[in-house]
């Protein structure tokens, strides 16, 4: 439980120290209402594989061009 994988619930923190829990699901499963983030999106792939304080950054295409953004990971849990 000490690193990201498909089913974790991720608390991050963006760089207004702002928290938000996601979770890590198939693309077929994802429900932003619920907090549940495909595994594909750029969120979910920048959050795959990483541990507990480490940074991520995510670069989304947006109409004036790329918006960055970076995140700490606060939490990482699993639920039944």
Request: charged fraction near 30%; aromatic fraction near 10%; proline fraction near 5%.
């Amino acid at each position: 439980t000490d690193k990201i994988y498909f089913g974790a619930w991720v608390t991050i923190e963006n760089e207004s120290g702002e928290e938000k829990t996601y979770r890590i699901v198939g693309p077929d499963e994802f429900d932003p209402k619920l907090g549940w983030i495909s595994m594909d999106s750029p969120m979910g792939k920048a959050l795959l594989g990483k541990m507990l304080d480490d940074e991520i950054s995510i670069s989304v295409e947006a109409k004036d061009g790329p918006i960055k953004s970076s995140y700490i990971i606060n939490e990482i849990r699993y639920e039944a």
